[in-house]
């Protein structure tokens, strides 16, 4: 299992437009993709799910990525975080 923690930079979390770019790029991988925020945890792969966490500017989120093409998958998420959130 890889993780990474981030801490959300955009000024409106993570909102309906990232949020959809996240399950868009999460779903390029057969890997169990998780963001956890303010100990609810979400599957990266369900737009809704990530919405119903309300990550707001500031919060630490931790992405945890498990299965076929870990490695790939959690450098793929961690520069997604870095260029979107």
Request: hydrophobic fraction near 40%; proline fraction near 1%.
């Amino acid at each position: 299992m890889k993780e990474f923690e981030y801490t959300i930079t955009d000024e409106v979390g993570i909102h309906a437009r990232p949020a959809g770019l996240l399950v868009k790029a999460a779903g390029q991988f057969s890997a169990d993709i998780k963001v956890e925020c303010n100990g609810k945890s979400a599957d990266a792969k369900r737009l809704m799910a990530l919405m119903a966490l309300g990550v707001k500017k500031g919060n630490t989120v931790r992405v945890s990525v498990e299965g076929e093409q870990e490695e790939e998958a959690a450098a793929s998420m961690e520069k997604f975080f870095q260029e979107n959130l």
